[in-house]
């Protein structure tokens, strides 16, 4: 079956260069649909599955908000990726977590973007997302079971709420299985946060897929990419 996605933003810039992007960079060779406006988005929504949308949250007409909502009721399956340049408060980033598979800040890094084509539309179809306790993303079930591993490692992030990369950073691998691990650290790491880890695991990267915070650490899982 052929591959779709569909990018959804009001500059032609992002919209062309995603486009080229994932043509070349990311070697996609399925359709790719651009809407420039929130109404020509629902339309396209309407009438494909996609199996990604890349969704800018400030449109001209519509609440990307909006079309993220209509995606996740008529296109459950569509792994939404909302891109915004904008800052966003607690509430919006809960209600994204809830619905969305990834975000990214803009400007847009296309390692990111990259990773995360290759890992959802991969062959092997190894998308699923590693459940927690009673924190499940999505309702997806752990597809690689996990085991206990204690490891301290150093890890650089790219953190999502101020576009930054934080280096040599430092937390505790508690569990791991194939498809990611749990993590425990002293520093802030929120839904979306790519994280690169140091060669104790391989060089591995992964996207925090979610976050509690207890007792001053925060506790998140980290689905590998």
């Not at 490891?151 to 569990?175: A, E």
Request: negative net charge.
């Amino acid at each position: 079956m052929v591959k779709k996605i569909l990018i959804v933003d009001d500059q032609s810039a992002i919209l062309y260069g995603m486009s080229k992007a994932l043509n070349v960079s990311c070697a996609f060779k399925g359709e790719i649909t651009i809407a420039e406006t929130g109404k020509k988005a629902i339309d396209s929504i309407n009438s494909n599955q996609y199996d990604i949308c890349f969704l800018d949250l400030n449109l001209p007409d519509i609440s990307g908000m909006e079309i993220m909502e209509r995606i996740r009721m008529t296109s459950p399956k569509t792994k939404v990726v909302v891109m915004t340049a904008e800052y966003l408060d607690d509430d919006v980033m809960k209600k994204i977590a809830g619905n969305a598979s990834l975000f990214i800040p803009k400007p847009i890094e296309l390692d990111i973007v990259k990773a995360f084509v290759n890992h959802e539309l991969s062959d092997e179809d190894f998308h699923h997302a590693e459940e927690n306790d009673g924190t499940d993303f999505n309702n997806e079930k752990r597809k690689f079971p996990r085991s206990q591993y204690r490891r301290t490692v150093h890890y650089s992030i790219y953190v999502s709420y101020d576009s930054d990369l934080k280096t040599t950073l430092q937390g505790d691998i508690i569990d791991i299985s194939l498809g990611g691990a749990g993590l425990r650290t002293g520093s802030p790491v929120f839904f979306g946060d790519l994280l690169r880890f140091d060669d104790v695991l391989g060089s591995k990267s992964g996207i925090v897929k979610w976050s509690v915070k207890e007792n001053g650490d925060y506790r998140a899982g980290v689905q590998f990419i």
